[in-house]
């Protein structure tokens, strides 16, 4: 484990405990799993392959994503930050599976933009107008993409948070 | 109280976040037009609201922390680019008699804004 990720277990830790453990336990991702090719123990722990991006949207307004999210995932290139993907969480607010993984997740920054707004609406949740949050931005920097960066935002009409997640 | 404030806290190190730019900016016609540059005191507040209640419309204002300049400055050595960066909060007034307190918690791995008071 080296420092950075030394520090980044702490600070998740400090999260964890501000947060409501069981809105945060993780599952593995078993379809993953069963279209790995056979177990070959000459792989380096570390492997390209490993690396990838997802996401889990939290809404703890009603305690559970009983709703679908509509993200943009954007990367800054060019001064500018372009869209790569539009997509919808599933399954409780997760991205169905990896948004990006391998040579297509790149080093450096990218911009989820979160559509709490619409999200709300769709669920009728009483807000006024304009709402507080509208389109949330989450900036994220990503060092290492050999790594599995998983965006976790914890998001209701009035707050948000967000950490890289496991 | 009306108009808008922010408060800067360090949640790795449980103490204010001293120093911090933000740059406050107003949407017009689809742009975020920067209105001020402000620096955190000492507590992690500005010395001025950001705006007074009689300067204040129903709109969207974004503030954009520098959390990563911040981080450096205290000596914790974050990869390239850091997790955490430059952080956008966009958020919208609604009710100009009413006291918008934006806060950012942040850390180098995490970060958390809410409507406060």
Request: charged residues 20%; neutral net charge; proline residues 6%.
């Amino acid at each position: 484990m080296d420092q950075h990720e030394s520090s980044r277990r702490q600070f998740l830790s400090s999260v964890l405990v501000a947060s409501s453990g069981a809105l945060l336990s993780e599952t593995s991702f078993a379809a993953d799993e069963s279209t790995k090719p056979a177990a070959s123990t000459t792989q380096p722990v570390r492997s390209i392959e490993e690396g990838r991006l997802t996401f889990h949207g939290i809404d703890t307004h009603h305690g559970a994503t009983i709703g679908t999210l509509s993200v943009e995932l954007s990367y800054f290139e060019g001064g500018a930050f372009r869209l790569i993907k539009h997509f919808d969480t599933v399954k409780n607010g997760r991205s169905d599976g990896a948004l990006l993984q391998g040579a297509a997740f790149k080093p450096g920054l990218y911009e989820a933009l979160l559509y709490v707004d619409d999200y709300f609406s769709a669920l009728k949740t009483p807000l006024p107008t304009p709402n507080f949050l509208k389109k949330v931005p989450i900036r994220f920097g990503v060092s290492t993409p050999q790594e599995r960066y998983h965006l976790a935002v914890l998001f209701n009409p009035w707050n948000y948070s967000y950490y890289r997640g496991s | 109280m009306a108009g808008i404030t922010t408060h800067v806290l360090n949640s790795a190190a449980g103490k204010p976040g001293a120093g911090m730019r933000i740059d406050f900016s107003i949407l017009v016609d689809g742009t975020y037009r920067l209105l001020k540059t402000v620096t955190t005191n000492t507590d992690g507040r500005t010395d001025q609201m950001l705006l007074r209640p009689e300067e204040t419309q129903v709109g969207e204002y974004e503030l954009l922390f520098y959390v990563d300049d911040y981080f450096k400055a205290q000596g914790y050595k974050s990869p390239e680019p850091p997790f955490v960066g430059k952080v956008p909060v966009r958020f919208s007034v609604f009710d100009t008699t009413q006291h918008y307190h934006v806060p950012m918690l942040a850390t180098p791995w995490s970060c958390t804004t809410y409507r406060g008071s």
